[in-house]
């Protein structure tokens, strides 16, 4: 669905994005994950044909979305910002997006707009920033994309509107094969949404791939050592991090497996037992939020 290859982008002379290359399947949900300023946003701008790649490839949907404009008619794209037609009624911009769209499903927003409840004879500036994402959100949904890009598209909402659109685009994957790119610099947010995921950091790959392969890779383990761990232990391969409560220890192991638990228990070890790791943590202790 979407084949990124060999991408550069940049404002001046230095590029901001550097050789980015993935793809994302039809029907999955992929995370962008990175910090304030790694280039999100330029790339997502690259990806939505708003800029032209200094070099590389993009391919979405079949074809280059940049030199085929067409293709944007089965791209949805939800900004960060939501601060567009501010003079405009809600009802008039539901009438332009039937219009633009020939995909849009009145029907179908109004059904979201049930469960969103916002007012369709407000004008554009008189909702609330989270009242304006909800909008964009439902209107891009009820045209029915074949990919849906979000921009940070949670920022702003409140926890139930959140969990609603959420809902609504899960079921969107889930009945309608839609492909969802998502942007966020909060892990814990995607990690229970998306299938797969790319890490960005000053506009480069630093890692990714899916989530339950990247949680499979790496264990984490709460045991007993009555005697303290052996000497040299942080140096044995894979070891990420460890830390203690007295005799209970708490091990993050790359690569743990039925030899690594044998050698934990040659060493002393009592009790083994796997704890549940978050994305976050593997984000931290493999070290790719640093610097
Ligand atoms: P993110 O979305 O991850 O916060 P951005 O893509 O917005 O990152 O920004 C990446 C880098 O590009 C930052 O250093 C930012 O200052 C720079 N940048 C973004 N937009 C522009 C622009 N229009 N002109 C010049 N530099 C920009």
Not at 71 to 84: H, P, Q, S, T, W
Not at 136 to 153: G, V
Not at 239 to 264: M, R
Request: charged fraction near 25%; aromatic fraction near 10%; proline fraction near 3%.
């Amino acid at each position: 669905m979407i084949y990124v290859n060999g991408l550069y982008k940049g404002y001046g002379k230095e590029p901001v994005l550097k050789n980015i290359t993935f793809h994302v399947e039809k029907g999955t949900i992929h995370g962008l994950i990175g910090r304030n300023g790694s280039g999100k946003t330029t790339l997502i701008k690259c990806l939505t044909g708003i800029y032209r790649p200094d070099r590389g490839s993009i391919q979405i949907c079949g074809g280059d979305i940049y030199d085929q404009p067409r293709i944007k008619e089965k791209v949805g794209y939800v900004a960060d910002r939501n601060e567009y037609f501010s003079n405009y009624h809600v009802d008039e911009i539901i009438d332009l997006y039937a219009e633009l769209y020939p995909t849009f499903q009145r029907d179908d927003f109004n059904d979201f707009n049930e469960v969103m409840g916002i007012d369709e004879r407000k004008f554009i500036k008189q909702l609330s920033k989270g009242q304006k994402m909800r909008l964009a959100m439902i209107l891009n949904l009820s045209m029915h994309p074949e990919l849906m890009i979000l921009d940070e598209p949670t920022e702003g909402l409140d926890v139930i509107a959140k969990r609603q659109v959420m809902d609504f685009i899960i079921k969107e994957v889930e009945e309608r094969n839609m492909t969802v790119l998502i942007t966020s610099h909060h892990l814990n947010e995607l990690e229970n949404f998306c299938d797969s995921m790319t890490m960005i950091r000053d506009g480069q790959i630093i890692g990714g791939g899916s989530i339950d392969e990247m949680k499979e890779a790496i264990t984490k383990l709460q045991i007993v050592m009555e005697k303290g761990l052996p000497k040299g232990f942080d140096q044995w391969e894979g070891i990420l991090h460890y830390s203690n409560l007295g005799s209970i220890y708490t091990i993050v192991w790359k690569g743990f497996d039925e030899a690594c638990e044998k050698a934990l228990r040659a060493a002393g070890a009592s009790l083994i037992e796997e704890i549940p790791i978050s994305l976050e943590e593997i984000f931290l202790y493999e070290n790719w939020g640093n610097e």
